[in-house]
């Protein structure tokens, strides 16, 4: 009986090379390298200056990048590696491994590949910036990249649900992870805003911030924006949040919570929808 630890990391390593393999990883990889190059050297564009901009600029012009772009490649990478195919399946699951084990440890894999993807885009323009602008805001741009890392993680997660809970049909699964990034990067705030306007302003407020925190990308963002800027991340509206929550150390917890609830419990469903699926 193969032992839970080597099980996850033969699983993880068999993913990882896989993915590191892959056309489309290495393609995600330099378009995210690029897209943080074209942030970090056309911030002064605008204001009529040139030249490349310090960490903190960067951290904060690629927030929004980052949250629309991360998702996407999670659901999409991690659906069409995770989802279980006819034949190969039934060879992988008929191990003496728990198939929970199997889905975490090529889970796993799949979010080193992609955070190593991320990492060198990320670490391609640090090294320009380093270089041109110096390395002031070099812990800001850091927050920007274990944000990435994370969100990767907690949109695995959720492709790891899709995949078992549609075990062998990769275009379902492709599908829905397209509607679960537009519901979760575009439409979730379109709907809270629309609420919002119906309501009085304290409930407003109160329903735009807990929206604010329910939402994995918003979360992320809001975590991400507040250990970029600090408080003045949102002007009157950081205060707003701050008084709702009890202060910025309420704030991180609670987006740390989040973020790690939208981790845990996809996954934990996606192990058990497998376990029964009939593969």
């Known amino acids: 009986m193969i032992s839970l630890r080597s099980a996850l990391w033969i699983c993880a390593r068999y993913e990882l090379v896989l993915a590191i393999r892959s056309r489309w990883l290495q393609l995600f990889a330099i378009v995210f390298a690029g897209l943080a190059l074209a942030v970090s050297s056309a911030g002064y564009i605008l204001s009529g200056g ?5 960490f903190s600029r960067t951290a904060v012009s690629l927030v929004q990048i980052v949250l629309l772009l991360v998702p996407l490649a999670s659901l999409v990478f991690g659906g069409l590696a995770l989802t279980p195919e006819r034949g190969a399946a039934e060879l992988l699951y008929s191990q003496p491994v728990a198939r929970g084990a199997i889905l975490v440890g090529r ?11 991320e990492l060198i885009g990320f670490g391609v323009a640090g090294l320009v910036m380093q270089a041109q602008a110096g390395p002031d805001g070099l812990w800001r741009y850091g927050a920007l990249v274990l944000t990435a890392v994370t969100i990767t993680g907690v949109f695995l997660a959720i492709a790891a649900l899709l995949a078992s809970v549609n075990a062998g049909r990769r275009t379902r ?3 829905a992870a397209l509607v679960v990034w537009f519901v979760t990067v575009v439409m979730f705030d379109v709907a809270a805003l629309g609420v919002a306007s119906l309501l009085r302003s304290g409930t407003a407020s109160r329903l735009l911030i807990s929206a604010t925190l329910i939402n994995p990308v918003d979360a992320a963002r809001t975590g991400a924006l507040l250990a970029i800027e600090g408080t003045a991340a949102f002007g009157a509206a950081s205060l707003a949040l701050l008084r709702f929550t009890g202060g910025a150390g309420m704030v991180a917890a609670l987006v740390g919570l989040s973020l790690a609830a ?18």
Not at 50 to 54: E, I, M, P, Y
Request: charged letters at 10%; proline letters at 3%.
């Open 50 to 54: 040139h030249g490349v901009q310090d």
């Open 107 to 117: 889970m796993l894999g799949v979010w080193l590949a992609l955070a190593a993807a």
């Open 173 to 175: 699964v492709l599908a």
């Open 262 to 279: 939208w981790l845990i419990t996809p996954l934990l469903i996606a192990i058990r929808a497998l376990s029964r699926a009939d593969i």
